[in-house]
C-alpha cells in the first residue's frame, strides 16, 4: 500500500483509504500513545479521539506523505490533553516487585525498556527509534526546538544502551 | 559511521524487533475497530464526537493494585538486590558484593532549599561502581523525578590520583532510589577512589528549576574488593576456515563481575581482503553455555531471544592483523565446567558490488543479489535535502535481507558520468528468520516490511534523478558464521 496515494484518496472523501491508512498506522499509534499514557484503557480513549479527529480534519492535511506524523502530531495533542485532565496520575507505578522485569534480555518486553527512561525522553525515543522520525519531524511534532531533541536524544542513548544493549558507558561500537 | 550511529543502529534494530513483536491489546484493538466503524459516511469537516468508554473493571482493578501497591514500604539497597536476586535477575556480582560486606554507607546527608539527598549504600570493585541515591522533598517523601543527571548535574569517580576514571549514571529499574551506576572497561587499579557529586538543579520537564547546592564527596576504600580479584590463566587456540586465528588468554574475577580475555589474528589471505585500516573493523559473536547445552549468556548472536550479561566490552589493535578483546560479564559460573563456543565474525572487507538500473524504469520493485545479500529497490525520488539548506537530493528507498552484518559497509552512488555520491542512509535494521535455538542462522533487515518503511539511500548532491544510477557498495562487512571451535572452561578434576 501507498501512504501517500491512499493519503491523497482520503483528503478527497474516501472512507476506505481513511481506514487502510489507520490499519497500516494503529500499531505505530499504540506505542507513541502507550510511551505517553501509561494504561491500555488510556490508549484506546486516545487512539479513538485521535481517528475521530484525523477523519474528520484531514483535508488539513497539507502533504500526504507526511500522513503518519500529521496523525501522530495529533495522537501526541490528545494524550497531553488526557494527561492534563488527569493531572499526571500514574495508576500504576513502575516498581520492581510488581513486575517480572529481568535482566535476561529475551525477556524484556518494549514498554519494558522504554518505561525506564525519564518521561520527558518516553516520547522522543519512541518516535527517533521506532518510527523513524528526523530530528526535524520529532521537533516539528513535540514544539520543542531542535536542540532540545538532541540534548535528549543524547541523554537518552547512553540509558538506552544500557538497558537494550547491555552495554556500560565505555563499550566501543560492536563488541 | 561514529559511536553514535552504531549505537543508534543497534537501539533500533533493537526497539523495533520489540515493537513487531508486540501485539495490540485487545482492549486498544477494540477501541481501533470501534473508532472505524463509527466514522461517517463523508469527512468533509464534519466533527465525529464519539462516546468515550471506560470498563468498570478496569478502574477497579487499578484501584485494587494502587491499595496493594502503597502497603510497601521503600526497601534498602540491600533489600532490593535480594529481591532482584529472587526475581532471577542475575547479578550476581551485586548480591556477592552484598555478601563479602562491601556494601559501605558514606552517610552522605545535604539538603538545601528543601530537598535533602541521601546516599547511604555504595558497592565498588574494579569493574564498576553501584550506588543507591534518594531525594526527599519538603514532606519527606523521596522524588524519583526531580533530579536529571545532565549539566550542570554530574557524578563523577576519580581514582587516588585525582584521575577522573568515571562518572555515573542513572540506570533505571527501580523508583524506590536513583540507581547510580559507572562501568569500568578496564579494571581499576587504584587502592581508593572518590566519589564527587556536582547538584546544582532540580527540575522536571517545565517544571521551574530550583537552583542550590546538594554537592557530595567520599572515599571508598578499594583494598578488600582488589583482594578478591583472581586471574585464571586460558588455554586454547583455533583457526578459522577465512584465517582468523583466535587464542583464548586469560579471566579475571572480580567481586561485581568477570573479564574475559582473548586475542585474534588475521592471516596473510585475510589481511589482504580488508586493506588499509578495513580489517580493524570487527566483531565477535560467540556464547557460553553449560555441560548440559544450556545457554549461559551469548554475545552478538542472531538467536531469537538470548542471555546477556555484558557490562563493557573493547578491542583494540596491537599489531598487523593482531586485536585483543575483553568483555566484562556480571557472571561466569565458579565451580561448575561450562563452555566457550564461537559462533561467528565478522570483517570489514573490500566488495565492489554493484548493483544498476534505470530510475524510470523501476514502476515495480527489482531485485538484486550480491554476496549472499538481497536488495530490492523499490523507488527513487527527488527531495528536498535533509542538511535543510533548500537543496535536493535523490532517494533510493529500499528493502534488503543480508546475511552479512550492516555495521561497517559503506555504499556510493555513481552517475551515467561515473561520478561518485556519498550515500546517508536513513532508516531501520532489524532481524529477521532468528531462531530460539540457533545463534548463527537469520538475516538483519533492511526497512520494515510489516510496515511498509523502507530504508531510504540519500544521494547527497545529486539533484537531479539521472537516467542511470550505479549504487556500489565499496565495502562489505563481511560475516562468516563456519568457525566450529568451542573450549571446556573451568575444568573440573
Given amino acids: 500500500m501507498n501512504i501517500s496515494e491512499k493519503a491523497q484518496l482520503a483528503k478527497q472523501g474516501d472512507k476506505e483509504a481513511f481506514v487502510c491508512l489507520i490499519r497500516a498506522v494503529e500499531r ?35 502533504e500526504p506523505a507526511y500522513f503518519k506524523t500529521w496523525i501522530i502530531r495529533i495522537l501526541i495533542n490528545e494524550c497531553n490533553r488526557m494527561i492534563r485532565k488527569k493531572k499526571r496520575v500514574h495508576p500504576v507505578p513502575y516498581d520492581m516487585r510488581n513486575t517480572t522485569y529481568t535482566s535476561e534480555y529475551e525477556q524484556i518486553e518494549l514498554f519494558e525498556v522504554i518505561d525506564e527512561l525519564d518521561e520527558q525522553l518516553q516520547t522522543i525515543v519512541t518516535l527517533y527509534y521506532i518510527e523513524d522520525l528526523s530530528v526535524k519531524e520529532i521537533a516539528k511534532v513535540l514544539e520543542v526546538s ?3 531533541v538532541k540534548s535528549r536524544l543524547y541523554r537518552a542513548r547512553q540509558k538506552l544502551s544500557e538497558l537494550a544493549l547491555g552495554e556500560g558507558e565505555a563499550k566501543y561500537g560492536s563488541s | 559511521m561514529d559511536h553514535h550511529e552504531r549505537v543508534d543502529r543497534d537501539l533500533k534494530q533493537f526497539l523495533k524487533t520489540k515493537s513487531q513483536n508486540m501485539a495490540i491489546p485487545d482492549i486498544v484493538q477494540h477501541a481501533v475497530d470501534n473508532a472505524l466503524s463509527s466514522l461517517p459516511e463523508s469527512n468533509v469537516k464534519q466533527r465525529t464526537t464519539l462516546k468515550r468508554w471506560r470498563w468498570t473493571a478496569a478502574i477497579m482493578a487499578l484501584i485494587v ?38 556494601v559501605y554507607d558514606p552517610h552522605i546527608k545535604v539538603k538545601d532549599e528543601g530537598y535533602k539527598l541521601v546516599i547511604n549504600e555504595a558497592v565498588a570493585d574494579p569493574t564498576r561502581v553501584t550506588m543507591a541515591l534518594q531525594l526527599f522533598d519538603k514532606k519527606g517523601e523521596h522524588d524519583r523525578n526531580k533530579l536529571v543527571f545532565v549539566d550542570p548535574n554530574n557524578i563523577t569517580i576519580k581514582d587516588d590520583h585525582g584521575n577522573v576514571v568515571g562518572s555515573m549514571y542513572d540506570m533505571g529499574l527501580t523508583n524506590d532510589f536513583y540507581y547510580m551506576v559507572a562501568f569500568f572497561s578496564k579494571p581499576l587499579q587504584t587502592d581508593k577512589i572518590t566519589i564527587e557529586g556536582n547538584i546544582r538543579t532540580l527540575g522536571y ?24 580479584t583472581q586471574i585464571e590463566k586460558l588455554s586454547g587456540s583455533y583457526t578459522t576456515p577465512h584465517g582468523m586465528t583466535i587464542t583464548l588468554k586469560r579471566l579475571t ?27 580493524e573493523k570487527q566483531m565477535l559473536s560467540f556464547h557460553f553455555e553449560t555441560m548440559e547445552g544450556q545457554e549461559i549468556y551469548s554475545v552478538n548472536p542472531r538467536k531469537e531471544g ?7 566490552s573493547e578491542h583494540q589493535v596491537i599489531g598487523n592483523g593482531k586485536m585483543r578483546w575483553s568483555y566484562t560479564f556480571k557472571y561466569l559460573p565458579e565451580h561448575e565446567s561450562y563452555r566457550f563456543v564461537l559462533d561467528a565474525y565478522s570483517v570489514a572487507e573490500k566488495d565492489g558490488s554493484r548493483i544498476s538500473f534505470k530510475p524510470s524504469e523501476l514502476t515495480e520493485p527489482k531485485t538484486f543479489d550480491i554476496l549472499k545479500d538481497r536488495v530490492e529497490l ?50 531501520g535494521y532489524s532481524f529477521v528468520n532468528t531462531l530460539p535455538d540457533n545463534w548463527r542462522e537469520g538475516l ?19 539533484e537531479q534523478i539521472p537516467e542511470e544510477l550505479t549504487l556500489v557498495r565499496e565495502v562489505v562487512d563481511k560475516r562468516y558464521k563456519d568457525p566450529d571451535w568451542s573450549v571446556l572452561l573451568n575444568e573440573q578434576e
Fill in chain 2, 253 to 279: 574475577r572480580m567481586v561485581q563481575g568477570v573479564r574475559f580475555e582473548l586475542e585474534t589474528e588475521l592471516d596473510d589471505t585475510a589481511m589482504a581482503r580488508s586493506p588499509g585500516d578495513l580489517w
Fill in chain 1, 28 to 62: 505505530n499509534l499504540f506505542i507513541v500513545a502507550r510511551s505517553i499514557v501509561k494504561n491500555e484503557a488510556d490508549c484506546a480513549d486516545a487512539m479513538q479521539e485521535t481517528i475521530a479527529k484525523a477523519f474528520s480534519n484531514i483535508h488539513t492535511l497539507k
Fill in chain 2, 65 to 102: 493494585l494502587l491499595g496493594t501497591v502503597s502497603f510497601f514500604t521503600v526497601p534498602t539497597f540491600a533489600q532490593m538486590v535480594r529481591s532482584l536476586f529472587a526475581k532471577d535477575y542475575t547479578d550476581i556480582g551485586l548480591l556477592r558484593a552484598q555478601e563479602l560486606g562491601l
Fill in chain 2, 444 to 462: 538483519i533487515s533492511m526497512g520494515d516490511r510489516y510496515t511498509q518503511q523502507p530504508i531510504e539511500f540519500r544521494v547527497q548532491g545529486l
Fill in chain 1, 146 to 148: 531542535e536542540g532540545t
Fill in chain 2, 378 to 427: 523499490v523507488g527513487t525520488s527527488l527531495e528536498a535535502s535533509l542538511s535543510g539548506d533548500s537543496t535536493y537530493e535523490t532517494v533510493i528507498t529500499l528493502y534488503g535481507e543480508l546475511e552479512n552484518e550492516a555495521t561497517y559497509e559503506e555504499w556510493n552512488a555513481y552517475d551515467p558520468a561515473g561520478k561518485s555520491y556519498e550515500i546517508s542512509l536513513r532508516g
Fill in chain 2, 205 to 228: 520537564q517545565k517544571e521551574p528549576l530550583i537552583e542550590g547546592n546538594w554537592d557530595f564527596s567520599f572515599d571508598m576504600d578499594m583494598k578488600e574488593a582488589n583482594r578478591q
Fill in chain 2, 306 to 312: 538470548y542471555k546477556d550479561s555484558l557490562m563493557t
